[in-house]
């Protein structure tokens, strides 16, 4: 070890030494003088014209060659949708410094179209994963949901629950704000969002102390495409996907700006007939006799999603705005389908259970959230913000079961009925204040209050002598109140070299649960302090390393409090954990990038008392879902991210990864404990070809690994997808195939503590055929404004804007 750590810093050491040198560096822009991240720089020898250098610009268009002779040389710039750009230069003594080489739209080729760099489709630096969604056709195509697999290291399972490089605990945000749902009901929503509402998916492993603590995995934000341009503006998109079924989304959105107010609207209409297969397999021994049990649950779906998002800003003057956003959500969910149980004895047929499932799903959710900022000068920011959640779900479900034994005359039948509402309601206040000291200098603080009241209710029925009879022993009402109180403190500073960013946040935590049998069932007050500190060294421009360290927590989902018990087949329930306890996690990263482009990260995390929604088998054939606390764990994680440069027609990033898991748990009164490995790797390619075609590539593929106590096998998706406009870049048609090999099955065996085998097998409809159209219309300017408002809704709370900033420099 000591020998690997001795070649580690001796190389980087030598690699740092030989960065230092740069002969010839410069930044790369488009006709606005924005710098273009990703373009391609080759250096030619003219002397010898086999020496050849490339390069990738970094995310501002810079670039810089630190092996260069004297002589002179000719530079070949190119860009996908850009015309290529030749220069001719001499290097003699003196470094060649700041050329800005400007290239200039291809006409040839409808601009539009552009699909960048992947620098720019799918960025990864400084801890933070950025798509973006509207770069690319293919991701447009899906859903939110579905784009979740696209990005590298991220998990979901057929429950919807979200990893991050095996690490759970993921707070999912919607334009900055977090989305307070369980697992399934925001599977719903998201599977009802079509991939072309959304500007941007980010994936933060390290987000700052300005935002809540929760999220020990990281946090994914989804932002909407709200972008506002002077006058009148819109789109049209609609789409018709095939699958095992027909499919169709289709939105409308609308923008309007001028020197005083700006307004976005938004709605979309999403039609989801999907089919989703289970299959389950076990032996165990019951009764002394060896017993086999297989099932089978197809549950086709018809989904119906509806959207609306509307803003509203109003700039007052140059220091005080006002703005208001409202969101809803109807998301209405019916499955008709059927579980088939055979069991055999001794290897020989014993029974059958058929089950016919009527399962209705609604989701209907109500977001308004009032903003306000007022600049006392331009190093003094005050912003406040008032937010209000209302959410009605629902489930109901009818179960027709009959039971027939090998070989006799007549079986059993049973039918029971279930209705499972629930409404929660949130409030919060918050109010930031930010002041830069210095160009170089930052200081942030602030406070935040959340109230969240959950209230939950089960009536359960059986059908007997010919009507229903209420079951009041699956009944169960159950209310759950959550109040947060934040305030957290941030400092940031940048140097030529260096930079640090620390932050201390702390959160007192009150949680109250009751149910209808037993009171005060959940109490918990706890104060946690979270600090969150990062430090970074650039000795050039070349290379730069940084480390990080937080500490998060995850709290327990309020459903997975609940102590009802739910029925889901003859042999299968689902129940809560009211003794659930908070997850607490210490997370290093260490960063580092090599020459602007290949980026290296290495991770550690502690948790403590862990938090799994598991799957727990008993000797015979009943089996359940649950969440509970698990001991301590390690988890390690690597990712190494480039692109291959130097051909002009092909931009690309390839991601590859590993992390390792663990599940050490005490389950039916017996220690279990598994260890799992995962290697994966993820590929986006856009090729531009001829007749103004453009065309996408990605794919990703994971060795397996370990999820909670579900030990799953390899997995691999491919999605290609080809557009192009018309009618003067209005219209862009799509075709795309997501899933084509159909590779995407999760597969795994139950790690438990009984001498049994068990496996699952879980399908869904993900190989979709897709044609998608979209429509601009509205005034469209050349050179489009920046937004006017005060609001940054394409940025974190605290965090840096993701908005190019423009660059001077004249022209080739």
Not at 30 to 58: C, F, M, R, W, Y
Not at 610 to 635: A, E, M, R, V
Request: hydrophobic content about 35%; proline content about 4%; overall charge positive.
């Amino acid at each position: 070890m000591r020998t690997l750590n001795l070649f580690i810093i001796i190389f980087l050491w030598s690699t740092i030494n030989v960065f230092a040198q740069k002969p010839i560096s410069g930044k790369v822009v488009d006709e606005l003088n924005l710098g273009l991240p990703g373009a391609t720089v080759v250096l030619i020898h003219l002397a010898d014209s086999v020496n050849k250098q490339h390069i990738i610009t970094d995310g501002e268009g810079r670039f810089s060659f630190n092996k260069a002779a004297f002589g002179k040389y000719m530079m070949e710039v190119s860009y996908l949708n850009y015309k290529k750009l030749y220069r001719q230069l001499e290097f003699r003594k003196e470094p060649i410094h700041d050329l800005v080489l400007k290239l200039e739209p291809d006409q040839t080729v409808l601009s539009e179209v552009e699909i960048v760099a992947r620098k720019q489709a799918l960025a990864i630096k400084g801890g933070k994963t950025t798509m973006n969604v509207e770069q690319s056709q293919l991701a447009q195509s899906q859903s939110a949901f579905d784009l979740l697999k696209s990005l590298p290291g991220v998990n979901v399972n057929k429950d919807g629950e979200i990893k991050i490089k095996g690490k759970a605990g993921v707070v999912v945000m919607i334009d900055g704000e977090p989305v307070e749902m369980g697992s399934n009901q925001l599977k719903s929503l998201l599977k009802s969002t079509p991939g072309t509402t959304l500007k941007t998916i980010e994936v933060m492993n390290r987000p700052p102390s300005s935002m809540d603590a929760a999220g020990n995995a990281g946090v994914i934000n989804f932002v909407f495409n709200k972008k506002v341009k002077k006058g009148f503006n819109g789109s049209l998109s609609s789409g018709i996907s095939k699958g095992r079924y027909y499919k169709t989304d289709h939105s409308l959105a609308l923008s309007y700006g001028d020197d005083k107010w700006d307004m976005n609207f938004l709605y979309s209409y999403d039609y989801d007939h999907s089919w989703q297969r289970d299959s389950l397999f076990r032996i165990s021994t019951v009764s002394g006799e060896p017993t086999q049990m297989g099932q089978v649950q197809v549950n086709p779906s018809k989904s119906k999603g509806h959207l609306l998002k509307f803003g509203l800003e109003r700039n007052f003057d140059d220091k005080n705005s006002l703005g208001f956003n409202f969101t809803f959500n109807d998301v209405q969910n019916p499955i008709l389908g059927n579980t088939i149980t055979s069991f055999e004895k001794n290897y020989r047929p014993d029974a059958l259970v058929l089950q016919r499932n009527d399962l209705r799903t609604k989701l209907r959710n109500w977001d308004g959230i009032l903003k306000y900022q007022h600049k006392f000068d331009e190093d003094k920011t005050l912003k406040s913000s008032f937010q209000a959640t209302i959410m009605d779900a629902g489930n109901r479900e009818d179960y027709q079961i009959r039971r027939m034994e090998y070989q006799q005359p007549a079986g059993s039948y049973t039918r029971y009925r279930n209705s499972y509402p629930s409404k929660i309601d949130k409030f919060v206040f918050k109010t930031d204040y930010t002041h830069k000291i210095a160009d170089f200098m930052k200081f942030e603080t602030g406070v935040k209050s959340s109230f969240s009241k959950i209230r939950n209710s089960q009536q359960s029925e059986q059908y007997l002598n010919m009507g229903w009879t209420p079951d009041p022993s699956r009944g169960n009402q159950f209310q759950y109140k959550e109040a947060i109180q934040a305030a957290y403190a941030l400092f940031e500073m940048n140097t030529k070299k260096w930079n640090f960013k620390g932050g201390l946040r702390g959160e007192f935590t009150h949680v109250k649960g009751d149910s209808a049998s037993s009171k005060n069932l959940v109490r918990q007050n706890y104060f946690s302090l979270f600090p969150n500190v990062e430090i970074g060294y650039s000795p050039n421009e070349d290379y730069s390393v940084t480390l990080g360290y937080s500490r998060r927590i995850d709290r327990p989902e309020y459903d997975k409090l609940n102590p009802a018990v739910r029925y889901l087949d003859s042999y299968t329930i689902e129940k809560g954990n009211p003794y659930l306890k908070p997850q607490f996690s210490n997370n290093l990263e260490l960063s580092q990038q090599f020459f602007k482009f290949i980026d290296l990260t290495v991770g550690y995390s502690a948790l403590k008392d862990p938090i799994y929604y598991s799957f727990i088998t008993t000797p015979n054939l009943q089996s359940y879902y649950t969440t509970i606390n698990t001991g301590k764990q390690n988890q390690w994680s690597a990712a190494l991210s480039f692109p291959v440069p130097g051909v002009s027609w092909w931009e690309n990033y390839q991601s590859i990864y590993a992390y390792t898991t663990e599940f050490n748990a005490t389950l039916e009164n017996s220690v279990v404990s598994e260890k799992g490995k995962s290697l994966g790797f993820y590929s986006y390619n856009s090729f531009k070809l001829p007749w103004d075609l453009s065309m996408e590539l990605s794919g990703w593929y994971e060795s397996g690994g370990l999820h909670a106590n579900f030990k799953y096998k390899p997995m691999a998706e491919v999605n290609v997808g080809m557009n192009r406009k018309f009618l003067n870049k209005k219209l862009n048609v799509g075709l795309s195939v997501s899933d084509l090999f159909y590779n995407g099955i999760f597969k795994a065996d139950i790690v438990s503590n009984h001498n049994q085998v068990f496996k699952i097998d879980s399908r869904s409809d993900s190989r979709i055929f897709k044609l998608s159209l979209n429509w601009q219309f509205g005034k469209t300017n050349k050179k489009e404004e920046e937004p006017k408002g005060h609001f940054d809704n394409n940025r974190f709370p605290g965090g840096k804007s993701k908005a190019p900033g423009k660059s001077g420099g004249s022209s080739e």
